[in-house]
């Protein structure tokens, strides 16, 4: 079974900078086969996607919501992931999850909720404005 936990969120101003972590623990996974995607959901709003990253960590998608803003990034040998958020904006908060898949077709599918197996329990980001 494999665990994620997601860490990092909090209450910040507009324009500033925050960085989530997602870390991966349980049995029987191997980091670098997961390919790991993060979605947030805001009260009364759907859960949309905000970026994935490939299992090496070589390529990255994200929404344009929050391209040239957002950053992903992995450190496989500490089974972590990174979500560095910049320029925050109010219409950022929600809840952010991170989601794990080792399944293929990464990059048809990564916008997809349904095609990641394993989710964290999401942690909170507020932005102020």
């Known amino acids: 079974q494999v665990q994620l936990t997601e860490s990092g969120g909090g209450l910040v101003q507009t324009g500033d900078s925050l960085r989530v972590s997602c870390e991966v623990s349980g049995r029987n996974f191997n980091m670098y086969m997961l390919a790991m995607g993060w979605f947030r959901q805001a009260p009364g709003k759907e859960r949309e996607f905000v970026g994935a990253i490939s299992p090496p960590g070589s390529t990255t998608y994200y929404s344009d919501s929050v391209k040239g803003r957002f950053t992903l990034s992995r450190e496989n040998a500490e089974n972590t992931v990174y979500l560095q958020m910049n320029s925050l904006r109010p219409e950022d908060s929600a809840v952010y999850y991170c989601?794990?898949?080792?399944?293929?077709?990464?990059?048809?599918?990564?916008?997809?909720?349904?095609?990641?197996?394993?989710w964290g329990q999401g942690t909170q980001v507020t932005v102020s404005s």
């Open positions: 989601a794990a898949a080792d399944r293929p077709s990464f990059a048809l599918n990564h916008q997809k909720s349904s095609w990641y197996r394993h």
